[in-house]
């Protein structure tokens, strides 16, 4: 069946042929796989295949934190043409066009290494969400075979876990927590939210129930435990105390990958769509009292922050504040 006579052929011919015709600008975001998906009706594998070949063509590029774009000026110069026709020509062309393929992926593979496989894979999520991430995803992009990343990584599972790690890996914790324990475990957690923040897809992959051995990632709950010992707290209060002020952080950090997943889908930020929400229903809501009362009386005071920023600090001290009235009982009852 020819490419066009499929839904992945017909998507791409659609997608090649906006950003060909400059109705897609370089640098502008291309449809994610969510909103093909939810547009076209198709399967996330179907979205994820019409985004790999549109970057195998030249036509698009990932960028960390905002997506995928259309490439620079000049890269759709060098896509294929679309046709129809049939022939020896073409038959010569997907020949040569194998060829290359094959090429570029015994290329790759000469260099693949499992750092490079963490590093690419890493930056796959960065700018597309574990959504986008597979094994035959980070293949394409290091150019190589999908089953040759089985001889360093045993499977996704795995590379999830050493992504994990290397997250985590690229801003260690200093070797003395700064001050005393307060100090100390605050340190931890505005580290923490850095990280989240990097890499949104990272909390949705933590588990406080099943927690995987990283080590860079176990870490931080050993320096949290340290900065508490000697307090009076019992090794089992030291442990809760810090995985809950860690299970926080990354509570509240999960909204991070929702959030940029949700601009990616609107084109547009929080505070606009919040902004479009201001409509008759919304006042209606807010102007019932007697149902809403609280709700009425912030709709009346002053504007209040209720970013992702603001709630972590607020959290944070509020945990600290809870974490210093145990270690205070302590110290008056010498238990």
């Known amino acids: 069946m020819a490419e066009g006579g499929t839904p992945s052929g017909r998507i791409l011919a659609e997608l090649r042929r906006r950003i060909t015709s400059g109705e897609l600008a370089p640098g502008e975001r291309v449809p994610s796989t969510r909103r093909i998906t939810r547009e076209w009706g198709v399967a996330m594998a179907t979205a994820t295949k019409v985004l790999t070949r549109l970057r195998e063509e030249?036509?698009?590029?990932?960028?960390?934190?905002?997506?995928?774009?259309?490439?620079?000026?000049?890269?759709?110069?060098s896509a294929p043409a679309v046709s129809g026709a049939s022939g020896a020509s073409g038959a010569a062309s997907e020949r040569a066009s194998g060829e290359s393929g094959?090429?570029?992926?015994?290329?790759?593979?000469?260099?693949?290494?499992?750092?490079?496989?963490?590093?690419?894979?890493?930056?796959v999520a960065d700018a597309e969400g574990l959504t986008a991430l597979s094994m035959r995803r980070v293949a394409t992009e290091l150019g190589a075979a999908t089953m040759s990343l089985y001889r360093h990584v045993p499977g996704k599972d795995d590379l999830l876990r050493l992504m994990m790690d290397?997250?985590?890996?690229?801003?260690?914790?200093?070797?003395?927590?700064?001050?005393?324990?307060?100090?100390?475990?605050?340190?931890?957690?505005?580290?923490?939210?850095?990280?989240?923040?990097?890499?949104?897809w990272l909390a949705a992959t933590m588990s406080f129930t099943r927690p995987v051995m990283a080590p860079d990632v176990a870490v931080h709950t050993e320096r949290s435990m340290a900065a508490l010992a000697g307090l009076g707290l019992e090794q089992e209060e030291m442990a809760q105390a810090s995985v809950t002020l860690a299970a926080f952080v990354c509570g509240l950090a999960?909204?991070?990958?929702?959030?940029?997943?949700?601009?990616?889908?609107?084109?547009?930020s929080a505070d606009e769509w919040m902004d479009l929400q201001d409509g008759e229903d919304h006042d209606r809501l807010m102007a019932d009292p007697e149902r809403f009362p609280m709700f009425d009386a912030l709709n009346r005071g002053p504007e209040i922050d209720m970013s992702l920023d603001a709630l972590f600090e607020f959290g944070v001290a509020r945990m600290l504040d809870g974490i210093g009235a145990v270690i205070e009982r302590r110290a008056v009852s010498g238990a």
């Not at 030249?58 to 110069?77: F, K, N, S």
């Not at 992926?105 to 590093?119: M, S």
């Open 58 to 77: 030249g036509l698009v590029r990932a960028v960390p934190g905002v997506g995928t774009v259309v490439a620079a000026a000049g890269a759709a110069a």
């Open 254 to 268: 999960v909204h991070f990958e929702r959030e940029a997943q949700a601009e990616q889908d609107s084109g547009m």
């Open 102 to 123: 094959v090429r570029r992926a015994r290329a790759g593979e000469r260099d693949l290494t499992r750092e490079r496989i963490v590093a690419t894979a890493v930056q």
């Open 166 to 200: 290397e997250a985590f890996r690229e801003e260690p914790l200093p070797d003395r927590l700064p001050g005393g324990w307060r100090e100390g475990l605050e340190a931890v957690a505005r580290l923490q939210w850095r990280i989240y923040r990097r890499h949104p």
